[in-house]
Structure formats: C-alpha cells, structure tokens
C-alpha cells in the first residue's frame, strides 16, 4: 500500500477564481512535447493518480501584489487554516530550522484567520523583493518558473476542508503559505530560487528533470546542519504532520548535499521520503547551483 503524503492539497472545485478571474487549461487539452521528459506530477497523472494534481496551464496573466483580492472566508476555513498551522507549530521544535522560524515570524503568521496574500506579498518584497502572484491551481512548471524567474512566487488563496486536513494530493494555501513563504524571507534561499527559475526557463530534455529533482530535494524536502543538529527547511515537509516527524527519523538516509548526486536521485510524490540531502549552509546550495548553471549554459 502506498504511503500517502499529507503535505498538499487541490480543491474540490472547478479550476478557477470567482474573485480574479484567471482560469486554468487541463494538460489534458494541450499536446505534450515527445521530445521533453515527463516531470513526477506528470508521470503520476498518467499513471492514474487523482486528476486534481494534472498540472494545468493558466489562462491571463494572474493577479499580484496588491491588485490580490482577499476572499471572504467561512468560519470553518478560517479554523481548519489555525488547526493546521498549530499542529505544524508544535511539532517544529527541534527540527525546523531558524531561517524557517524567522520567516514565519516576519511573515506575522498566526492560528487567527487566513492571512491575505496581497498583505503577505508586501512583507515579502520588503524583505527580499519577492512578490505573490494569485493562481487558482497547480501549474504547469513552464509558467511556474516563469514567474520564478520574475521573482514572483505562485500561490493559492483556498484552503483545505475539515475531512482533508490529514491527506491532500496537490497544493493549498497552507502549503503555499507557512510551507514556502517563510523561507523566501531568507535571502540566500530567494536568491537561488530566482537564480533557479531562470535557468528552469532555458532547460531541456535532460536538464530539466535535474532540475526536477534539484527542486524536490531542496525547496520541497531540503535539509540543513546547524550547530544545534540537523534541521528541516523544505516546504513538503514543514507543511506535513507526517514529514516533519519521519524527516529526521532514523526511516530515512540523510547524505551530505552535493548538487551532482541529488540530480541523479530519482523520487516518487506519493511516498514518505526514503533518502534526503543536507546542506551544510544555504550559500552552499547557491555557489553550487552558480556553477553548475553556468556549466550546462543555463546561467542568465
């Protein structure tokens, strides 16, 4: 049986905003390229995984910054965004990381309500001159890293209802919110993660699933040595009750960081994650991808 991750979550509502008005086009109906590899998302689709979490492509350009308009949200939205956020927050002693802590606090996040992404995105360019875009879903990674390039971070604005508050299949604003936002406050991590969407935007055929698994074992599932010990700072773990705990359990292989071993480490999304990587700083991570970004000829 497949042990289901916890950390992501795609409504239970067609692919569109009410408030915003940008929509998303099914992959489905857009023809893949034979020529380039699948990304994990995409191979799950097919494989016949929940249709939720098929990438989708947008349609318009989405809402930033301040032009975000903040939904009403229900009482019950509003509690399931401070049960999720306070039972994250109490299993993070000893095992997030200070960068991780920080940003939460700078970001102001709180178990009181939902917070505004236009609100978020002000803190954010403050802080490291990231903004936030408004999108209704999970994109495809060509308009991801799009906007990534451009410094903006994508994020959803609903969140995950009372009987999906322990598993979801693709992103929500949980995840997007307290698992990514807090550590785009750090200005190394926003750095790389500029300097990773534009190259993401010149990758092909083989680059691009290093570049794939780049992200999964950093942004998404990155590890971090401190002087208190090893800590966590991706975003699929600090948002899931069953990653944060099997992150730093003696169930998974911890190695060193090197960006040319982590490219070839294949992975699965469904899965709790057997092998994870270590940085022992976060310059580390950014003077190793400068390198070899420049070397595949990716470099901006």
């Known amino acids: 049986m497949k042990n289901l991750r916890d950390n992501v ?9 009410g408030n915003n008005g940008v929509k998303l086009s099914s992959m489905k109906d857009i023809p893949a390229n034979p020529n380039e590899p699948l990304s994990a998302y995409e191979k799950a689709a097919i494989e016949g995984n929940d249709p ?3 990438p989708h492509y947008l349609k318009g350009i989405p809402p930033m910054g301040s032009e ?3 939904p009403v949200y ?5 509690e399931n965004w401070g049960f999720l956020l306070n039972r994250q927050m ?11 802590l920080d940003g939460v606090r700078l970001l102001g996040l709180t178990d009181q309500g939902i917070p505004g992404l236009a609100e978020l995105s002000g803190a954010l360019e403050s802080a490291t001159g990231w903004k936030i875009a408004r999108i209704p879903g999970l994109l495809h990674e060509k308009e991801f890293f799009e906007l990534i390039a451009q410094r903006v971070f994508p994020s959803t604005d609903y969140v995950r209802e009372k009987d999906e508050l322990d598993y979801t299949p693709a992103p929500d604003c949980f995840h997007d919110i307290f698992g990514h936002m807090p550590m785009l406050t750090e200005p190394a991590i926003a750095d790389f993660y500029h300097l990773f969407g534009e190259s993401a935007l010149h990758a092909v055929g083989h680059q691009r ?7 999964w074992f950093t942004i998404e599932f990155g590890l971090i040595r401190q002087t208190e010990g090893l800590r966590v700072f991706g975003a699929g773990i600090m948002s899931s009750k ?8 003696d169930k998974v292989e911890v190695v060193p960081f090197s960006l040319e071993n982590v490219i070839e480490q294949e992975y699965e999304v469904w899965h709790l994650q057997p092998k994870l990587f270590a940085l022992d700083s976060f310059d580390q991570l950014v003077d190793e991808f400068r390198f070899w970004s420049s070397r595949q000829g990716l470099a901006a």
């Open 74 to 78: 229900s009482d019950e939205h509003n």
């Open 209 to 215: 699933t290093c570049l794939e698994r780049l992200h």
């Open 52 to 54: 939720r979490c098929s």
């Open 68 to 70: 975000i308009v903040k």
């Open 9 to 17: 979550f795609c409504p239970k509502r067609p692919l569109q905003d």
């Open 90 to 100: 109490s299993l993070l002693p000893g095992r997030a990381g200070q960068a991780f």
């Open 242 to 249: 069953n990653e944060v705990v099997h992150a730093l359990s």
